[in-house]
Every structure is written in structure tokens, then in C-alpha cells.
T-cell receptor, first 111, second 116 residues
Framework: GESVGLHLPTLSVQEGDNSIINCAYSNSASDYFIWYKQESGKGPQFIIDIRSNMDKRQGQRVTVLLNKTVKHLSLQIAATQPGDSAVYFCAEKGGYQKVTFGTGTKLQVIP | GAGVSQSPSNKVTEKGKDVELRCDPISGHTALYWYRQSLGQGLEFLIYFQGNSAPDKSGLPSDRFSAERTGGSVSTLTIQRTQQEDSAVYLC??????????????FGEGSRLTVL
């Protein structure tokens, strides 16, 4: 069936550097693409989403890029901080359908 | 509280026993999801309730798993005759918009199930 997947299972970055987390998706019918952050022992938390008719959206220190041509989604975190250490999931949703999650990338911030 | 509440937070049971996990969504949220997360893994979709529509049960792994949502609010996930492979964290999430929505879900802290 349709799936959402990630290229890198673990990403280590130096504090203060920018982080880029990537995601490949296969369901071209999805309307929204979402990024979630999950800290240890907690449920995932919504970070930012992007509608399928957009290619870029910015939030506070985060930017999501969507490339529908190659079905690629990325999350950029500026000036990565120790508090950004977590597992990041991309997800997608189409219309009335369920939200489907990718496998996740663990971000480790090196002080 | 204002968030999604799940209980119990931890449950240890013996193989073959039945367990019930409860989810209290945020008041007014019409969509409710159950996901399963094994250690160090992603979120495996189980079931999705959306308003008065028939639930999407396509993710339930076997007929030992069932879920219901009473009165459009509280949901219970039941696992019968538990197996060791059922050990995982079961996450509940809700969304305030019925039907067409952006995919912003509000998650509970999860119920950690250990089957001995």
C-alpha cells in the first residue's frame, strides 16, 4: 500500500548548526504533509504542516519544503538546540483519510 | 485536563489475558485515532474514528484487537488473549475538525503494555 518513509534513521548535528531531516512519500493524493516531534517517553507533538499546493512554509526556527515532482518532504531546523533532540516523524493525510506516519529520524544534538 | 488522557499509563499482563486501554480525547474533538509504537519504531496505525462515520479498522493486526468509541467521546481499545508481540506503547490522538482536516493530531502520553 501507500507509505511514507525516511532516508536517515539517525542524524547527529552540532549545537548551533542547521538540521535537515528528509522524508520520501508515495501517495500523490495526499493533501497535507505534517512533521511531528516525539521526545522520549511522550506522545508525538505537531510541529508544522504544509498543504500540497505549497512548496515552502516557515515557522519559528523551522521550515518545511515540499517537492511534489520527486515526492520529497524535508524539515529544516535552524540553529539546532539541545532541546531539539528527539525523533521526528513525517506524516501525510488525504482528505477524509487517516494520517499515515513515516518511520522516524532520531536527531541527536551534540553540545 | 485540557489534553488527551490515556489510562493506564503502564500495564503489565500475562500472556493470554485480555486488556483494555482507555482514551479520553480533548472535548469537542470528533476524530480519534489509535496507533501502536514498538520500542524505537514508528507509529503503526490501528483504527480511526471520524464523527458518526464507520471507523477505519484497516490497521487492526488481528481479530484479537477491537475498539469502540461511546457517545463520540471516550474510546476503549481491547486486546484479547494477549501475546508477547503485543507489547508496545499504544498511543491515542484526537483532532478537532471532522472530516477534512489538516492532519494536526493531539496525542496522549500513551499506554505502555508489557505482556509477560
Amino acid at each position: 500500500g501507500e507509505s511514507v518513509g525516511l532516508h536517515l534513521p539517525t542524524l547527529s548535528v552540532q549545537e548551533g548548526d542547521n538540521s535537515i531531516i528528509n522524508c520520501a512519500y508515495s501517495n500523490s493524493a495526499s493533501d497535507y504533509f505534517i512533521w511531528y516531534k516525539q521526545e522520549s517517553g511522550k506522545g508525538p507533538q505537531f510541529i508544522i504542516d504544509i498543504r500540497s499546493n505549497m512548496d515552502k512554509r516557515q515557522g519559528q526556527r523551522v521550515t518545511v519544503l515540499l517537492n511534489k515532482t520527486v515526492k520529497h518532504l524535508s524539515l529544516q531546523i535552524a540553529a539546532t538546540q539541545p532541546g531539539d533532540s528527539a525523533v521526528y516523524f513525517c506524516a501525510e493525510k488525504g482528505g477524509y483519510q487517516k494520517v499515515t506516519f513515516g518511520t522516524g529520524t532520531k536527531l541527536q544534538v551534540i553540545p | 485536563g485540557a489534553g488527551v488522557s490515556q489510562s493506564p499509563s503502564n500495564k503489565v499482563t500475562e500472556k493470554g489475558k485480555d486488556v483494555e486501554l482507555r482514551c479520553d480525547p480533548i472535548s469537542g474533538h470528533t476524530a480519534l485515532y489509535w496507533y501502536r509504537q514498538s520500542l524505537g519504531q514508528g507509529l503503526e496505525f490501528l483504527i480511526y474514528f471520524q464523527g458518526n462515520s464507520a471507523p477505519d479498522k484497516s490497521g487492526l493486526p488481528s481479530d484479537r484487537f477491537s475498539a469502540e468509541r461511546t457517545g463520540g467521546s471516550v474510546s476503549t481499545l481491547t486486546i484479547q488473549r494477549t501475546q508477547q508481540e503485543d507489547s508496545a506503547v499504544y498511543l491515542c490522538a484526537s483532532s478537532f475538525r471532522p472530516g477534512w482536516s489538516t492532519g494536526e493530531l493531539f496525542f496522549g502520553e500513551g499506554s505502555r503494555l508489557t505482556v509477560l
